[in-house]
């Protein structure tokens, strides 16, 4: 099934001044952070740690996607452990088959995502990444840590995960610093798992908007596949919180994945 491009089609049309002002709003800082010279420099260094660590090859190719070249790097399965190791204990045998199906709608968002993954050379060429959107405790990230485990085994591709009080203590520490280096890792894989990169409430302060949009505008701008999780329930409460120059390259030509349900943490029958 195709799915429209935004987080909804049926939602109220977004105001086509708030990218503007949203780009207006953090373009200062995200050009300290996204200075040229500097980007490049933290982009090559991450990719020579890629090449010495065997998960990508010295030319920045991706090993396992070159039919013509051996496979002389890490086996998907050390690439998997790496992915489980970031995700934590919790999710760590999260897949497609584990989670838990109780309405039409999660067997729908299954569906949605075995379907991205039968066309994942297709999506990988052209960048397009997943958003899944809907309330916590949803189980979006194990639906996309599931969906990561397949395109692993099966295309032995490069995934990492990234949550967002992570992201932003990293932003922390190296503001005012070297702070392009630091990004360097979450720009160059195939696959950029995003958790949730909203505070739990308001928006965005301008720094994380800028250290956000660097990541992502440089991902799209290189049709690198960012799938991320928000915690939002439709477009307008998107842009709202992260910014609407962000979202438009997150969900351009993505899946989108509509996680309306009640939270999995809580008895199904409270209340």
Not at 132 to 148: N, R, T, Y
Request: net charge neutral; hydrophobic share 30%; glycine share 10%.
């Amino acid at each position: 099934m195709t799915q429209p491009n935004g987080l909804d089609a049926m939602d109220t049309p977004r105001d086509p001044g708030s990218a503007i002002r949203t780009t207006n709003r953090s373009s200062d800082h995200a050009g300290r952070l996204g200075d040229g010279d500097a980007l490049e420099r933290a982009i090559s260094r991450s990719r020579r740690r890629w090449a010495d660590a065997g998960m990508i090859g010295d030319d920045g190719s991706d090993t396992f996607q070159d039919p013509e070249r051996p496979a002389t790097h890490r086996a998907p399965q050390t690439r998997l452990e790496a992915l489980l190791a970031a995700v934590g204990g919790r999710y760590r045998h999260c897949t497609l088959d584990t989670f838990r199906c109780n309405s039409p709608e999660q067997r729908h968002a299954v569906e949605q995502l075995r379907g991205y993954i039968d066309r994942w050379e297709d999506h990988r060429r052209h960048g397009r990444g997943i958003v899944a959107i809907g309330g916590v405790g949803g189980g979006k990230d194990h639906l996309l840590i599931g969906a990561a485990r397949e395109i692993i085994a099966e295309h032995g591709e490069t995934v990492r995960w990234l949550s967002g009080p992570r992201l932003f203590s990293e932003a922390r520490v190296h503001m005012g610093k070297d702070e392009a280096a630091w990004v360097g890792d979450y720009l160059y894989c195939r696959v950029l798992i995003l958790s949730d990169p909203l505070p739990p409430r308001g928006g965005l302060t301008d720094h994380q908007a800028a250290t956000v949009q660097l990541i992502i505008d440089e991902r799209y701008r290189n049709r690198r596949p960012t799938w991320t999780t928000l915690n939002v329930q439709n477009s307008s409460e998107a842009d709202e919180r992260m910014g609407a120059s962000i979202v438009d390259r997150l969900t351009a030509d993505a899946t989108i994945i509509k996680c309306d349900w009640p939270s999995y943490r809580r008895p199904l029958n409270e209340g």
